[in-house]
C-alpha cells in the first residue's frame, strides 16, 4: 500500500508540476493591426523541446495609390486591399521549455491580396510566398505571453495589374529580407 501512495503521489506531483509550464498560447500580431493585415495565431507544444504554431489572418484595408499606364502617373486614387496569410512553423526551444524561452524557428509565409478601385475593378493581384528562419524569446508571466522574434527571410513575389504600391518595408519585392516582429497573447 505505501508504494501505491507513493506512486500515487509522485504521479500527482509531477502532473501539477508539467501544468504550470505553458504548452499551449493563443498570440496576436499588433503591429500588422496598423498595416491592414488582421493576423491570429496558435502555438502547440509537441513535447519540451519543440512546438508548432500556425499563424492566419486576413488583409484587408484602404489606401491611396497611383495608377500607371506604361510607367506613366495617370491618377491618384482610393483602393481597396482584400487578401489572406498563412505562416506555418517549428519552433526548437533548446531550454527545454516548449512555448517559453529562447527559441530558433523555420517557417513558410503565404501571402495574396487583391486591391480593386472604386468600381471593383482589379487594379492589382499580389502574393508573396517563402520563408524564413528566426531567432526569438517568447515570455509567460501570469498566463500573458509576448513573442520577439528576428530573422532572414527569402519570399518570391508575383505581381499584376496596373497599381504602382508605394514602396515600404512592408510591400518590398527584394527576395532577401528580414522577419521582425512581436505577438502578444496568453498561455496555458
Known amino acids: 500500500m505505501k508504494k501505491f501512495m507513493f506512486a500515487a503521489c509522485a504521479a500527482l506531483m509531477s502532473l501539477t508540476m508539467s501544468a504550470q509550464q505553458n504548452t499551449h498560447a493563443v498570440k496576436a500580431n499588433p503591429l500588422g493591426f496598423f498595416v491592414g493585415q488582421y493576423q491570429f495565431g496558435y502555438e502547440h507544444a509537441l513535447n519540451d523541446n519543440f512546438s508548432v504554431q500556425l499563424s492566419a489572418g486576413f488583409i484587408g484595408g484602404t489606401s491611396e495609390g ?69 531567432l526569438g524569446y517568447q515570455k509567460a508571466n501570469d498566463g500573458y505571453m509576448v513573442d520577439f522574434f528576428i530573422g532572414p527571410q527569402y519570399k518570391s513575389v508575383s505581381s499584376a495589374g496596373s497599381l ?8 518590398s519585392d527584394n527576395p532577401m529580407g528580414v522577419r521582425l516582429g512581436v505577438n502578444v497573447g496568453f498561455g496555458w
Not at 98 to 124: P, Q
Not at 166 to 171: G, I, K
Request: with cysteine.
Open 66 to 134: 497611383t495608377v500607371s499606364v506604361d510607367s506613366v502617373q495617370v491618377s491618384s486614387e482610393t483602393f481597396k486591399k482584400t487578401g489572406f496569410i498563412a505562416i506555418p512553423e517549428v519552433r526548437w526551444y533548446p531550454g527545454g521549455s516548449a512555448c517559453e524561452g529562447f527559441y530558433i524557428a523555420a517557417l513558410g509565409r503565404f501571402r495574396s491580396a487583391t486591391t480593386v478601385d472604386e468600381t471593383d475593378d482589379v487594379i492589382l493581384e499580389r502574393s508573396a510566398n517563402g520563408g524564413a528562419v528566426v
Open 164 to 171: 504602382e504600391e508605394a514602396s515600404s518595408f512592408f510591400t
